[in-house]
Structures are given as structure tokens and as C-alpha cells.
């Protein structure tokens, strides 16, 4: 996961995605620049986090924990305002001809936190590495539209092989030559993986990591690793994201029932994070300090494609009967109160094309009681289920009482041994997942970059996200599928590219490389002490917006 977006080919409403502001604001992020002094106003924010997965590297961050700090401290060429639309931020101008050859030119006079002059050369070194596979970047995948990916990308890269699409003009332009015409290319660059790192990275990558130096809004002052970050406001930062408080501290919880306590006393300011326990009661408890609206949020569980009960046409067969043993209107009803619904395709319906309901072999995402065993059937005849069935997932998030709910769906549908397997922490769930350690099924799930369907479907199950060079978790792949992906960047418009994007979708469905569960709304709240809090459409708070 990582959080960003923008919007060309999808529009400039970010394919109708709805902000929500919660309080009268005297500064929407929309236009302005820092402060002289970079200082901010008022008091910290306190807010909810967690350990971030690996060390604060821009293109190494694909998880919200760690995607909620690295927006705060470095800035990418574009940023999102609150509704989705996309603003310049670093970028002076995106210009293309073609939709094909970009040339990009950055403001100048910006620097990096440390005092550092921030120039075109940041951005290509950044894109560089991030791409190349001899330093095992979680976004690598991201850079695979830019000429020159094939190569850099290959098992037996030197760190030495750079894009050949990516060209330094002078210190405020480069140019970036895509494989193929995609419209919406600019609209992706908002997101964390195409910020610029400062030349001091690359001398110590896993120092730069613990203390990283940005050029966003904010900066690092400590990391208290499984306790807390601690951001300041940057003073060297000129532009639309300026602080207008006097920090944020990201507080990691074991469990979201204490945090959700230490916001209605005012112990924390803001959470997106609201307890299972309290759904039915937080929006009384809270008044109009409570959030609950559509989300870009898609929640799954994933089966790697070598698990031997899930290989061949018996696992697919399991895959599909598991699906339809799953009652997803009954769990969302009983559990969630309004704040999910049932997912019929892999995209959040706030996304433009997401939502979709008539995505060939979609029908398996509906609880099919006699359908699941009549399939569950069938792979047995094949070859015999050995089990039993598990699914993971991080304790220190509200997931307890939905894992336990699905598992006891399949385990009375389909009359087999299904049992939750609970990890403390999330930093210990995603070790073992990054490592392809992890046995039986596992929580997986979306919130989105920016706003396109591809965002949803290239990073998690494109052959060129598996094998950890990207999110694809489950190592999925399959030819067919990443040529439609291909077809659909191509596309020149977006009705067009969903309509590839959308046949690429009915692959999933029979393939099933992860379940499909619901959307999740944006939902949390905050406390009295604070206000200009607005939480954006990616369904991430604007930290820098809010006022102590």
C-alpha cells in the first residue's frame, strides 16, 4: 500500500472521489506556500500509527504505517488535494506531446530538509534505484511504463544499469520516455515512490532510512522504533502542504480499544482507526467529530500461488469454493454497521470504474452455500484437501472479529477445519509475508495511490510486482492478464483503458489469486482539542491541514 494520487486520464474529480472536510478551514492545502521558518502554529498533532514495515525509504514503502510519514516528509512532483485533484507541488510543468516522451520541469530554488539544493537529478537517481533489482525496492514496479525497465529490472542487474528512458536536460528539467502512449502517466506522480532522494542517500541507503532527509512539510526528528515518530515541521519547505501545527507524532497502539479511549479523552487528536467494538456507537459517541464515508479501500485475503492445497485446477476449484462460502453481506452487516460494504470486483467503488458489478465470473464473490460445496467436491475428487485452513493477520488492528467471522463462514459451509492465526504485530505479519514464509492464507488488501483501477490491479497482481519487486504478495502470474493491464495504459482515454482494465478484472475472478471481501469507508475520528481536520479521499487524514 503506499497513499497518493492524481487524476488526467481519470479527471480532474478523481474519478468522483469525495473529500470529506469536517471542519471549517482556513487553508485547504489547495494553493499557498511554507512559512519563512517553516514553524507552524500551535501544538502537535497526535495521531494514531504503526511500525512501519521497512526503514523510511520512499521507494521501499508500501504499507500505510510507513506511507503516512513518508507523504509527510518528502513531497513528489504533484500532490492531491483533499478531493482528489491533482495540484503541481515540486513540478513547475508536465508536458507531453505525445503522451509518450514527458519532459518535466521543477520549481526553482527548493531545497531538501538539510539545506541540500533539490534539482532533476534527485528525481532520476531516485527513479533509478528505486527500479533497478539489485537494491530490492518494494515499488519497483512502479517504474516498469519508463523505457529501459526490462533491463534494469532483470535478476542479474548491476547496481550500475539505469533507466534509458530517463534524461537529465539541466538542473530543473529531465524527460522520461515511457515503452507506450499512457495518458495518464503524470496523474501517477504524486505517489511516494517518484519522490526525489538527496545525493547523501545513496552513500548509506539503511542510515538514510532510520533518519531520512525529505523535502516535504515535515521532517524526522526521532524514531522510537514499535513506540513512536515523531515529526517537526521542515523550515527549508516552499509549497502547497505547508504545516499549520507544530508537529505530529504518529503513537504505534497494540490495541485500537486504548486508542480509540485516548481520543475521546483527548490523549490522541486524530485516528483513522476505529475499534470493532465501537462502530455501532462512535458516530453518538462522537457527534460531528466522527468520520464515516466511501473509502478507497479494497480488503482481501491472499493464497500464494505455491501453496500446495491451492496449485492447479483443484486450487482453483478450492479458491472458488472458498468465495462462495464466504457470507460477505452478513459479516458486513453483523460486524461493520455501515462502515463496509460487500466487494463485487477488485476496485473501490470511489475509484472511476471501480465498483463494478458486471465483471464476467463475478458471481463467485456471492455466498453460495450448495455452489461452494459442489466445487469443494470436485477439487477433492482431484486431489485431497490436507489443511487445515488458516488465515493470518496483525492483532494490533481492529481484524479479530472479521477473520474469525469469515473463518467460521468456510468452516460450516463447506464442513472443514478453518481457525484464525493471529501475528502480535504488524511489522511481524509482513516479515514473514515478505520472506514467503507465511503458511495458509493471509489478510491483503488496497488503499489506494491515486485514482485509477490500474492502481488497484498492476501493483498487486502484475507479474512484474511478484517475486517481491512490488505488492504482488501471492506471486501471481499470468501473461494474459498483464497484456490487458498493458492494453488499458494505453488506452487513450478512460473509458477505453477500464473497459481492458475490467476483461483483465474477469481473469481475477477465476483465477482468484486473492478473495475478494468489501470496501471500507473512510471512518475514524478526532478530538475536541483540534480542528481544520479533513481526512482526504485516499481516506488518509491531511495532517499538515489540522489545527491545535
Given at each position: 500500500?503506499?497513499?497518493t494520487r492524481r487524476?488526467?486520464?481519470?479527471?480532474?474529480?478523481?474519478?468522483?472521489?469525495?473529500?470529506?472536510?469536517?471542519?471549517?478551514?482556513?487553508?485547504?492545502?489547495?494553493?499557498?506556500?511554507?512559512?519563512?521558518?517553516?514553524?507552524?502554529?500551535?501544538?502537535?498533532?497526535?495521531?494514531?500509527?504503526?511500525?512501519?514495515?521497512?526503514?523510511?525509504?520512499?521507494?521501499?514503502?508500501?504499507?500505510?504505517?510507513?506511507?503516512?510519514?513518508?507523504?509527510?516528509?518528502?513531497?513528489?512532483?504533484?500532490?492531491?488535494?483533499?478531493?482528489?485533484?491533482?495540484?503541481?507541488?515540486?513540478?513547475?510543468?508536465?508536458?507531453?506531446?505525445?503522451?509518450?516522451?514527458?519532459?518535466?520541469?521543477?520549481?526553482?530554488?527548493?531545497?531538501?530538509?538539510?539545506?541540500?539544493?533539490?534539482?532533476?537529478?534527485?528525481?532520476?537517481?531516485?527513479?533509478?534505484?528505486?527500479?533497478?533489482?539489485?537494491?530490492?525496492?518494494?515499488?519497483?514496479?512502479?517504474?516498469?511504463?519508463?523505457?529501459?525497465?526490462?533491463?534494469?529490472?532483470?535478476?542479474?542487474?548491476?547496481e550500475d544499469l539505469?533507466?534509458?528512458?530517463?534524461?537529465?536536460?539541466?538542473?530543473?528539467?529531465?524527460?522520461?520516455?515511457?515503452?507506450?502512449?499512457?495518458?495518464?502517466?503524470?496523474?501517477?506522480?504524486?505517489?511516494?515512490?517518484?519522490?526525489?532522494?538527496?545525493?547523501?542517500?545513496?552513500?548509506?541507503?539503511?542510515?538514510?532510512?532510520?533518519?531520512?532527509?525529505?523535502?516535504?512539510?515535515?521532517?524526522?526528528?526521532?524514531?522510537?522504533?514499535?513506540?513512536?515518530?515523531?515529526?517537526?515541521?521542515?523550515?527549508?519547505?516552499?509549497?502547497?502542504?505547508?504545516?499549520?501545527?507544530?508537529?505530529?507524532?504518529?503513537?504505534?497502539?497494540?490495541?485500537?480499544?486504548?486508542?480509540?479511549?485516548?481520543?475521546?479523552?483527548?490523549?490522541?487528536?486524530?485516528?483513522?482507526?476505529?475499534?470493532?467494538?465501537?462502530?455501532?456507537?462512535?458516530?453518538?459517541?462522537?457527534?460531528?467529530?466522527?468520520?464515516?464515508?466511501?473509502?478507497?479501500?479494497?480488503?482481501?485475503?491472499?493464497?500464494?500461488?505455491?501453496?500446495?492445497?491451492?496449485?492447479?485446477?483443484?486450487?482453483?476449484?478450492?479458491?472458488?469454493?472458498?468465495?462462495?462460502?464466504?457470507?460477505?453481506?452478513?459479516?458486513?452487516?453483523?460486524?461493520?454497521?455501515?462502515?463496509?460494504?460487500?466487494a463485487t470486483d477488485?476496485?473501490?467503488?470511489?475509484?472511476?470504474?471501480?465498483?463494478?458489478?458486471?465483471?464476467?465470473?463475478?458471481?463467485?464473490?456471492?455466498?453460495?452455500?450448495?455452489?461452494?460445496?459442489?466445487?469443494?467436491?470436485?477439487?477433492?475428487?482431484?486431489?485431497?484437501?490436507?489443511?487445515?485452513?488458516?488465515?493470518?493477520?496483525?492483532?494490533?488492528?481492529?481484524?479479530?472479529?472479521?477473520?474469525?467471522?469469515?473463518?467460521?463462514?468456510?468452516?460450516?459451509?463447506?464442513?472443514?477445519?478453518?481457525?484464525?492465526?493471529?501475528?502480535?504485530?504488524?511489522?511481524?505479519?509482513?516479515?514473514?509475508?515478505?520472506?514467503?514464509?507465511?503458511?495458509?492464507?493471509?489478510?491483503?488488501?488496497?488503499?489506494?495511490?491515486?485514482?485509477?483501477?490500474?492502481?488497484?490491479?498492476?501493483?498487486?497482481?502484475?507479474?512484474?510486482?511478484?517475486?517481491?519487486?512490488?505488492?504482488?504478495?501471492?506471486?501471481?502470474?499470468?501473461?494474459?492478464?498483464?497484456?490487458?493491464?498493458?492494453?488499458?495504459?494505453?488506452?487513450?482515454?478512460?473509458?477505453?483503458?477500464?473497459?481492458?482494465?475490467?476483461?483483465?478484472?474477469?481473469?481475477?475472478?477465476?483465477?482468484?489469486?486473492?478473495?475478494?471481501?468489501?470496501?471500507?469507508?473512510?471512518?475514524?475520528?478526532?478530538?475536541?482539542?483540534?480542528?481544520?481536520?479533513?481526512?482526504?479521499?485516499?481516506?488518509?487524514?491531511?495532517?499538515?491541514?489540522?489545527?491545535?
Amino acid at each position: 500500500m503506499a497513499i497518493t494520487r492524481r487524476s488526467m486520464m481519470l479527471g480532474s474529480a478523481a474519478g468522483g472521489a469525495a473529500a470529506l472536510t469536517l471542519a471549517a478551514c482556513s487553508s485547504d492545502g489547495d494553493s499557498g506556500s511554507g512559512s519563512s521558518d517553516g514553524g507552524g502554529s500551535g501544538e502537535p498533532i497526535l495521531a494514531n500509527g504503526t511500525e512501519p514495515e521497512n526503514p523510511l525509504i520512499p521507494t521501499n514503502t508500501s504499507e500505510v504505517g510507513g506511507g503516512r510519514v513518508i507523504t509527510s516528509v518528502f513531497s513528489g512532483l504533484v500532490y492531491y488535494t483533499a478531493d482528489g485533484k491533482v495540484e503541481n507541488e515540486v513540478a513547475e510543468s508536465i508536458e507531453s506531446e505525445d503522451n509518450q516522451t514527458w519532459t518535466i520541469t521543477i520549481r526553482e530554488g527548493l531545497k531538501f530538509s538539510d539545506g541540500t539544493e533539490l534539482t532533476a537529478q534527485n528525481f532520476v537517481d531516485a527513479w533509478n534505484f528505486g527500479a533497478n533489482t539489485a537494491n530490492a525496492q518494494k515499488s519497483q514496479s512502479f517504474f516498469e511504463p519508463i523505457e529501459g525497465f526490462a533491463e534494469v529490472a532483470a535478476d542479474d542487474a548491476t547496481e550500475d544499469l539505469t533507466l534509458s528512458g530517463l534524461k537529465v536536460v539541466d538542473d530543473t528539467t529531465f524527460t522520461v520516455k515511457l515503452v507506450s502512449t499512457q495518458a495518464d502517466f503524470s496523474s501517477r506522480l504524486g505517489y511516494s515512490a517518484y519522490s526525489p532522494m538527496p545525493p547523501s542517500a545513496f552513500d548509506d541507503i539503511d542510515a538514510f532510512g532510520e533518519a531520512p532527509i525529505g523535502n516535504g512539510p515535515y521532517m524526522v526528528d526521532s524514531w522510537t522504533h514499535d513506540s513512536e515518530i515523531v515529526l517537526v515541521p521542515n523550515p527549508e519547505y516552499d509549497g502547497p502542504r505547508a504545516a499549520q501545527n507544530a508537529g505530529v507524532t504518529f503513537v504505534v497502539y497494540a490495541k485500537d480499544e486504548t486508542l480509540y479511549n485516548d481520543m475521546l479523552s483527548g490523549n490522541v487528536d486524530v485516528s483513522d482507526i476505529i475499534p470493532t467494538g465501537a462502530l455501532s456507537t462512535f458516530e453518538d459517541e462522537l457527534g460531528d467529530r466522527a468520520v464515516n464515508a466511501p473509502g478507497a479501500v479494497f480488503q482481501s485475503f491472499t493464497i500464494h500461488q505455491e501453496d500446495p492445497d491451492f496449485t492447479g485446477e483443484a486450487g482453483k476449484l478450492r479458491r472458488q469454493a472458498i468465495s462462495y462460502a464466504i457470507d460477505r453481506k452478513a459479516i458486513c452487516d453483523s460486524l461493520f454497521y455501515g462502515t463496509r460494504s460487500p466487494a463485487t470486483d477488485f476496485v473501490a467503488p470511489v475509484i472511476d470504474g471501480g465498483g463494478a458489478t458486471d465483471i464476467p465470473g463475478a458471481e463467485v464473490l456471492t455466498f453460495d452455500e450448495a455452489k461452494a460445496k459442489e466445487l469443494w467436491d470436485k477439487a477433492e475428487e482431484m486431489e485431497p484437501f490436507k489443511g487445515p485452513f488458516t488465515l493470518a493477520y496483525n492483532a494490533d488492528s481492529p481484524h479479530k472479529d472479521w477473520v474469525e467471522a469469515v473463518c467460521n463462514s468456510i468452516k460450516n459451509t463447506l464442513g472443514i477445519e478453518a481457525s484464525p492465526n493471529p501475528f502480535p504485530a504488524f511489522g511481524e505479519f509482513r516479515e514473514q509475508i515478505t520472506a514467503r514464509t507465511m503458511e495458509g492464507a493471509f489478510r491483503s488488501g488496497w488503499q489506494a495511490d491515486y485514482p485509477s483501477v490500474f492502481n488497484f490491479l498492476g501493483p498487486i497482481y502484475s507479474s512484474a510486482a511478484a517475486d517481491g519487486k512490488g505488492s504482488n504478495d501471492g506471486d501471481y502470474k499470468n501473461p494474459e492478464f498483464d497484456d490487458l493491464l498493458k492494453e488499458g495504459l494505453a488506452a487513450p482515454d478512460i473509458d477505453a483503458a477500464n473497459e481492458k482494465f475490467h476483461a483483465a478484472e474477469a481473469i481475477l475472478m477465476e483465477d482468484l489469486p486473492a478473495i475478494p471481501l468489501w470496501y471500507q469507508n473512510t471512518f475514524g475520528g478526532y478530538s475536541d482539542l483540534v480542528s481544520n481536520v479533513e481526512y482526504g479521499w485516499d481516506t488518509v487524514p491531511l495532517y499538515y491541514a489540522i489545527t491545535k
